[in-house]
């Protein structure tokens, strides 16, 4: 079968760097299947939980949460620079609800009265909400 290697680096850490199957990503023009010998392409990645298949079949696939980044693509390679990429085996569950719970509680305080929130990023926020959805989705939990 064709492979197509994959690398995922994030700031602190060399994070992935192995051949595989297939990779699916949300880039920031939408989702992406990128197989062996796909055309060349540059792109930005938006905070999801990506999915690795190193084959083809259904079951065979690993999850990877990403903080949003880019992607560089070539027939040969797959090359991401990751804000933050996490294995679920590397996730923090804990602190993954924990960072949910305070984005999701400035949203709230910012669409309650955006006129009193002067001092709420809201877009920061709804960043920090993507990652930890990510990060819980990317270990099966549910968000509590
Ligand atoms: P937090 O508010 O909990 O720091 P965050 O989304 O702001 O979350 P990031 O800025 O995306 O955090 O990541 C900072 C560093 O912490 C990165 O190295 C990232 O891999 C790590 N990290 C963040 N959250 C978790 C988690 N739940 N489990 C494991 N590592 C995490």
Known sequence: MATIRLEVVSPDRQVCDREIGMLIVRSTGGELGILPRHAPLLTGLVPHVMRIKSGLGAGDEELMAIGGGFMEVTPEK??????????????????????????????????????????IDIDRAQLALARAMARLAATKNPIN
């Open 78 to 119: 797959i090359t991401i620079l990751a804000a933050a990429a996490e294995e679920p085996k590397d996730i923090d569950v804990a602190r993954a609800q924990a960072a949910y719970q305070r984005a999701k509680q400035r949203i709230d305080e910012y669409k309650s009265a955006p006129k009193d929130s002067a001092s």
